[in-house]
């Protein structure tokens, strides 16, 4: 089997007839039944020639199904960067090894914790290892000392990581150590812009790349995180690969992913591209989230700070379930708490602390939530996609959050109080099943009374 077929993909997008329907494609969405790779094309192909009724509509459908999966909430997290010392030369990044400019950083394991720390006093309970790939700096060895010591000396609750492929054996050790996704972006799935993006280095090697979930899987991951890097090629084709990945890893190994991504290319000091290659417009970005919210229902759809805050606040309401806040991408940059540019691997949009992000989310009518439970109840890989696919998962959801704002709200927050204590109440008041609503409540009382941790 395949994992992506170019020339398929290639044809799938040129075979959509000049007249068609999206009625029946949307109204199958709604059954949260996912959608077919014609399907896909057919959303993607509509939207790139910018009929707005239609795309409105696909965007208003992303919502609703969002809401069907996993409610009002938005989980929020930030990213903490390891090191930023790296042997490839991807073009468009500000570690490439080629550029001589960038202030070289490898965390000490105790300057991680320091950093963790930091994070944890802002009330992240959920964090996402982000390093360079160099066998000498950010190995395999490494990386698990950082797991461990944070998950040791910190109240940091779930650890993901994006980080280089690596083997089996390697990638089996850190899912031992407790690493929650395994995220790794394709970049662009089409074989020569990728061979034209990444001239030298391990990443030079497209199938040894592409084959990285497939040796998750054999390590035991069952959270698997993808994505494209938008503005390479033509999003098009990037986006239906994506699905195409993600449709490859269900058919092959009976596992959706647990998050698609879409980090859309950003200025880079340092970067070989002087302008982005195809460039995609903040109107196609919605759409992007939206088809792949209708496209894999289940899947937590990530957006990160490189996007800006206006763009953000829309994306909540398009499919977007995931989102980073207050994140800095340069090594130690949170005990810093300022950008050093030259340190970072691309600069950032969105500035806002995780407490403005809060406050924001909150006000705009969704539920901020810190929950990391799944993870450590094991609802992972297909029990939690069954769960979400049967509607059962939002429950969990909305109680969690709840539960975890309270505790920022006693522990962390500032000027967002008010609105986090309004969101609960909301939240609260549209629980219908009567029996969760008493045990939140009762579960709030103790957290007022000093539990941490509580959790369904
Ligand atoms: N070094 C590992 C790798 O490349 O897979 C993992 C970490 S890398 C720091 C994480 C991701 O950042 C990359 O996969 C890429 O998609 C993204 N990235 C790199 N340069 C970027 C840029 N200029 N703008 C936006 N995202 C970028
Ligand atoms: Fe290194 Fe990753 Fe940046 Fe490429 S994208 S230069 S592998 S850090």
Request: glycine letters at 8%; proline letters at 4%; hydrophobic letters at 40%.
């Amino acid at each position: 089997m395949m994992i992506i077929d170019p020339q398929k993909i290639t044809s799938l997008l040129s075979g959509v007839p000049f007249k068609v329907e999206v009625d029946p494609i949307l109204d199958k969405a709604l059954e949260l039944k996912g959608l077919s790779l014609e399907d896909v094309a057919l959303l993607l192909t509509v939207g790139a020639y910018g009929h707005i009724p239609l795309q409105n509509k696909i965007i208003e459908t992303a919502g609703q199904v969002k809401e069907e999966v996993f409610g009002k909430r938005i989980v929020l997290f930030a990213p903490l960067y390891l090191s930023n010392e790296c042997v490839n030369n991807c073009l468009y990044c500000g570690f490439r090894v080629e550029n001589k400019k960038a202030v070289r950083k490898t965390l000490t394991v105790e300057n991680t914790v320091r950093e963790a720390k930091a994070l944890e006093a802002k009330g992240y309970k959920r964090l996402l290892l982000v390093a360079a790939e160099n066998p000498a700096r950010s190995n395999v060895d490494y990386i698990l000392d950082v797991v461990n010591a944070i998950y040791k000396k910190t109240g940091i609750r779930i650890l993901h990581l994006n980080a280089a492929p690596m083997s089996v054996k390697d990638l089996r050790r850190l899912k031992e150590a407790g690493i929650g996704v395994f995220q790794v972006f394709q970049e662009t799935y089409h074989p020569e812009t990728y061979e034209k993006m990444h001239p030298s280095g391990n990443k030079r090697d497209y199938e040894y790349r592409l084959s990285v979930m497939d040796s998750a899987i054999e390590a035991g991951f069952d959270d698997l995180g993808i994505g494209a890097l938008l503005g390479l090629y033509d999003w098009r084709f990037d986006v239906l690969a994506t699905i195409f990945h993600a449709h490859y890893l269900k058919d092959k190994y009976g596992i959706w992913p647990h998050t698609i991504s879409v980090p859309r290319l950003r200025p880079a000091s340092g970067s070989q591209l002087t302008e982005t290659p195809y460039p995609v417009s903040d109107e196609e970005f919605k759409l992007i989230v939206a088809v792949y919210r209708l496209a894999v229902p289940t899947a937590g759809v990530v957006v990160s700070t490189r996007e800006s805050v206006e763009l953000r606040r829309e994306v909540l309401a398009t499919g977007a379930s995931q989102i980073s806040a207050g994140s800095k991408t340069e090594p130690g940059g949170y005990k810093e708490d300022e950008e050093h540019y030259e340190a970072a691997q691309f600069g950032i949009d969105d500035k806002r602390t995780l407490d403005e992000v809060i406050e924001d989310v909150a006000r705009l009518g969704y539920m901020p939530s810190l929950c990391t439970s799944c993870y450590r109840a094991g609802r992972t890989g297909e029990t939690f996609h069954e769960m979400a696919f049967s509607g059962n998962i939002k429950d969990y959801c909305s109680a969690n959050a709840v539960l975890t704002l309270k505790e920022y709200i006693l522990d962390s927050a500032n000027a967002s109080k008010y609105a986090c204590e309004e969101a609960i109440k909301k939240e609260l008041g549209g629980m219908s099943d009567k029996n969760l609503k008493f045990g939140v409540e009762e579960r709030l009382l103790r957290i007022e009374a000093g539990e941490r941790d509580i959790y369904y």
